[in-house]
């Protein structure tokens, strides 16, 4: 199973990538554990600079912008 991160502090951005991620999992079947992370602390520990931030399985691969839905799709599937 992965482990999927999203890193922000709940703005329109981080909202988008949140619901991205949710819809590319259903459209793949694939079963993942999700999790927002919007706690400043929390998130240093990753060293973040610009949000929002996509971990899959803790790496980094998507900062600062939308994670498109079939960007995810192929990131999850590599």
Do not use: F, W
């Amino acid at each position: 199973m992965k482990h999927i991160k999203i890193l922000g502090t709940g703005c329109a951005k981080c909202k988008a990538t949140y619901s991205n991620v949710l819809e590319a999992l259903k459209q793949t079947g694939i079963e993942a554990d999700v999790t927002k992370i919007e706690d400043i602390e929390e998130m240093m520990k990753y060293n973040v600079l610009a949000t929002p931030v996509l971990l899959i399985d803790e790496v980094s691969k998507v900062k600062g912008r939308v994670a498109e839905i079939n960007e995810i799709k192929k990131l999850l599937t590599e």
